[in-house]
């Protein structure tokens, strides 16, 4: 006697997400779900409590989970809840025993070890992980092409700890956080990581949407990349002091701070040459490269063997900059801008080869 053709069932599976269920993930999961044929609906809870209702198999829904990138497992939680009788020969048939799936995992594991390519000059050094939502080995390995990483949730150049079977890359900071950090612009203030959100960056002014530092008794948040910015940056001659905001235009926006920080009441941190002539938020240095990665301007080829990793700067219209400069010779003006900016992207995404400063000036017309 067979199933009929009209019963419809409820369960509940449990998703184990990389990201710790964070709201788009979630989404995207609905709605992978939601085309699934027979499935009228889905809820999911918090820790991944997945409710599915329709005429529709679990096997087949586990199946089509599967294949989202940012799921580490799924697995049927508790007993099938019955809206039509159903012959229990084929109720037995239906269940997915969980036992078995476990038993299954000792024999072969999930994700096996990384095989390294001669190409990707990895670090000789493996390490455990032990980031909070990612459990497997990653391993230290520098590409030509960029990534985003899955603890801050901010894109980054060359260098990052990477699981290959979970396309999963975390940046050095986010890997081996301190935690407890101080910083030369706020004398006093103590910041502590958390691997949750927080709000907007006090450094760079963009929203954190990862793993960052706060600071409780001031309410001040930073990103782990923004931490690194130093009080103070000699390129050649000039030095450059990092302040809490700008009291002149930056060379770049023209503004003393631009729209998005006033609308989001956010400062934004900038750099001011000693001299005084040239003012840079750290905003519109980390907007430009976000902007390229937006484009698709960062987009490389994985057996790419150029090391540039700012081709996105090849967009770059340095024009205004050159004319901001004021007095002294335009080259060598040009050519402390460059250094500058290299700095700065060196240090909130990564480090850039030195085919950067020559990207730069080439921007110019002589």
Same mark, same amino acid.
């Given at each position: 006697?067979?199933?009929?053709?009209?019963?419809?069932?409820?369960?509940?599976?449990?998703?184990?997400?990389?990201?710790?269920?964070?709201?788009?993930?979630?989404?995207?999961?609905?709605?992978?779900?939601?085309?699934?044929?027979?499935?009228?609906?889905?809820?999911?809870?918090?820790?991944?409590?997945?409710?599915?209702?329709?005429?529709?198999?679990?096997?087949?829904?586990?199946?089509?989970?599967?294949?989202?990138?940012?799921?580490?497992?799924?697995?049927?939680?508790?007993?099938?809840?019955?809206?039509?009788?159903?012959?229990?020969?084929?109720?037995?048939?239906?269940?997915?025993?969980?036992?078995?799936?476990?038993?299954?995992?000792?024999?072969?594991?999930?994700?096996?070890?990384?095989?390294?390519?001669?190409?990707?000059?990895?670090?000789?050094?493996?390490?455990?992980?032990?980031?909070?939502?990612?459990?497997?080995?990653?391993?230290?390995?520098?590409?030509?092409?960029?990534?985003? $990483? @899955?603890? &801050?949730?901010?894109?980054?150049?060359?260098?990052? !700890?990477? #699981? =290959?079977?979970? *396309?999963? /890359? +975390? %940046?050095?900071?986010?890997?081996?956080?301190?935690?407890?950090?101080?910083?030369?612009?706020?004398?006093?203030?103590?910041?502590?990581?958390?691997?949750?959100?927080?709000?907007? $960056? @006090?450094? &760079?002014?963009?929203?954190?949407?990862?793993?960052? !530092?706060? #600071? =409780?008794?001031? *309410?001040? /948040? +930073? %990103?782990?990349?923004?931490?690194?910015?130093?009080?103070?940056?000699?390129?050649?001659?000039?030095?450059?002091?990092?302040?809490?905001?700008?009291?002149?235009?930056?060379?770049? $926006?023209?503004?003393?701070?631009?729209?998005?920080?006033?609308?989001?009441?956010?400062?934004?941190?900038?750099?001011?040459?000693?001299?005084?002539?040239?003012?840079?938020?750290?905003?519109?240095?980390?907007?430009?490269?976000?902007?390229?990665?937006?484009?698709?301007?960062?987009?490389?080829?994985?057996?790419?063997?150029?090391?540039?990793?700012?081709?996105?700067?090849?967009?770059?219209?340095?024009?205004?900059?050159?004319?901001?400069?004021?007095?002294?010779?335009?080259?060598?003006?040009?050519?402390?801008?460059?250094?500058?900016?290299?700095?700065?992207?060196?240090?909130?995404?990564?480090?850039?080869?030195?085919?950067?400063?020559?990207?730069?000036?080439?921007?110019?017309?002589?």
């Amino acid at each position: 006697m067979g199933c009929q053709e009209n019963s419809r069932r409820t369960f509940v599976l449990k998703l184990n997400l990389h990201c710790g269920y964070c709201q788009s993930c979630v989404e995207k999961v609905k709605k992978l779900v939601k085309k699934i044929q027979g499935v009228d609906s889905i809820k999911i809870e918090e820790e991944g409590k997945a409710t599915i209702s329709g005429n529709v198999d679990p096997h087949t829904v586990i199946k089509e989970v599967k294949k989202y990138k940012k799921i580490i497992s799924v697995e049927l939680w508790g007993e099938e809840e019955e809206e039509s009788p159903v012959p229990q020969v084929n109720e037995q048939e239906m269940q997915i025993s969980v036992r078995k799936i476990f038993d299954q995992r000792k024999v072969a594991p999930l994700f096996p070890d990384v095989i390294v390519r001669p190409s990707d000059k990895p670090v000789a050094k493996r390490i455990r992980d032990s980031y909070p939502k990612h459990d497997h080995e990653l391993e230290l390995r520098s590409y030509n092409k960029p990534f985003k $990483c @899955d603890g &801050c949730m901010e894109e980054g150049f060359k260098t990052r !700890y990477r #699981c =290959e079977p979970c *396309n999963y /890359d +975390l %940046h050095e900071e986010c890997r081996n956080p301190k935690p407890v950090i101080t910083h030369d612009l706020f004398q006093g203030s103590t910041f502590v990581f958390h691997h949750e959100p927080g709000n907007n $960056c @006090d450094a &760079c002014g963009r929203k954190i949407y990862g793993c960052s !530092y706060h #600071c =409780e008794a001031d *309410n001040l /948040d +930073l %990103h782990p990349r923004c931490s690194n910015l130093r009080g103070k940056l000699g390129i050649g001659d000039t030095e450059f002091v990092l302040r809490k905001k700008a009291k002149k235009n930056c060379i770049w $926006c023209k503004k003393k701070q631009p729209s998005w920080l006033a609308n989001n009441n956010v400062q934004g941190w900038c750099y001011v040459s000693k001299c005084n002539k040239f003012y840079c938020h750290v905003y519109c240095v980390s907007q430009m490269v976000h902007e390229a990665w937006r484009r698709g301007d960062l987009d490389r080829k994985d057996d790419d063997n150029d090391d540039d990793t700012s081709v996105a700067l090849k967009n770059v219209d340095l024009k205004l900059v050159a004319k901001s400069g004021g007095g002294g010779s335009t080259s060598g003006y040009l050519k402390t801008i460059s250094m500058f900016l290299r700095a700065i992207i060196g240090i909130l995404f990564g480090d850039p080869t030195v085919v950067m400063l020559s990207m730069l000036v080439e921007l110019i017309p002589k």
